[in-house]
């Protein structure tokens, strides 16, 4: 029997969903240290998690070897575990993280082809919630590659439910996917300090200006912040409270404690933005809230007086 089609590292959420959404139709070998964490509301009677069917799950990292790997890691723990096992992977990378690394101020695909050179890399973004994508759900992701497999990339990732569209913009995809993180948690804060959905209406389309300023700044395209990747999952993340960003933001809202066993992406991505932004001229007045917030340097109030009392301007 020929080996997978498609490896998937990382057995958290979004991995183990990607793997039950794939397996129907594709030989898929999931890895992680630990046994995946299906998500909620998975028909897990209906789909394959053991070695039956289209998907092997293992905790043997050599076995998960495939023409295309998604790297389902967070966006924080993608670097380290490229530093480590980089050299071993080939073929097609595709990284779902959706962050900026805090110590390179970079996001995925450049942690992947300095740890992998020659690696065709690309990104799978877009307004997903892996439980959607388990219960089969209809979904529309990004892909993202500038390489010449990315159309094949694309029809061997896409499933009956799982639709995606392409573009050649890397930049541009992974940085709405990052920086909608630091927006939701905004968002959060708002509606769960009391200020209403009008003071979020406002928070989101300002936030959506900061993030498409920065994007196109470091060399994305405008279009592609307005897609699924940018304003798609922007929506999404802030206004459901199934988006963790969102809940992160409520949290800070009302003045609770987090669980802190929680991956939030955006948290670690809005002190990265507070960094990145001014080493390129970049005005990002909410992101930056949302950093101090997030490391319990501002309140939520002053954060609101800071953002109300800024010079009055043209949209």
Not at 30 to 42: E, H, T, V, Y
Not at 160 to 187: F, H, S
Not at 200 to 211: C, L
Request: glycine share 10%.
């Amino acid at each position: 029997m020929s080996g997978p089609d498609i490896a998937i590292v990382g057995a958290g959420a979004f991995g183990s969903a990607l793997a039950l959404a794939l397996a129907p139709t594709r030989r898929v070998v999931l890895w992680g240290r630990n046994p995946p964490r299906w998500p909620a509301g998975a028909d897990l009677t209906e789909k394959p998690r053991t070695d039956d069917a289209g998907l092997t799950v293992t905790t043997d990292l050599a076995q998960a070897t495939a023409p295309i790997t998604l790297l389902a890691l967070p966006a924080q723990a993608l670097r380290p575990f490229l530093s480590q096992h980089g050299p071993a992977l080939s073929g097609a990378l595709v990284s779902t993280a959706k962050g900026i690394d805090l110590e390179t101020l970079e996001g995925p695909s450049r942690s992947i082809a300095r740890a992998c050179p020659g690696a065709v890399i690309a990104v799978l973004t877009g307004p997903s919630f892996a439980a959607d994508i388990a219960r089969g759900l209809p979904t529309a992701l990004t892909l993202a590659c500038a390489d010449p497999q990315a159309e094949a990339i694309q029809h061997a990732l896409a499933t009956p439910t799982l639709r995606l569209y392409r573009t050649a913009d890397v930049t541009g995809a992974e940085l709405g996917g990052a920086l909608k993180n630091v927006i939701a948690i905004a968002a959060g804060a708002a509606i769960g300090a009391g200020f209403g959905d009008s003071a979020r209406a406002a928070i989101v389309t300002r936030g959506f200006a900061e993030m498409t300023r920065l994007a196109t700044r470091l060399g994305a395209e405008a279009e592609t912040l307005v897609g699924l990747s940018g304003l798609g999952d922007l929506i999404l993340t802030s206004t459901s409270d199934q988006s963790r960003n969102f809940r992160y933001g409520l949290s800070l809202g009302r003045g609770q404690t987090f669980d802190a066993g929680v991956t939030v992406e955006g948290a670690a991505t809005a002190r990265a933005v507070a960094r990145l932004a001014p080493r390129v001229d970049v005005e990002m007045p909410v992101a930056s809230q949302v950093a101090a917030l997030s490391e319990g340097r501002t309140t939520i109030a002053a954060a609101l007086a800071t953002l109300l009392n800024r010079p009055l301007r043209e949209e």
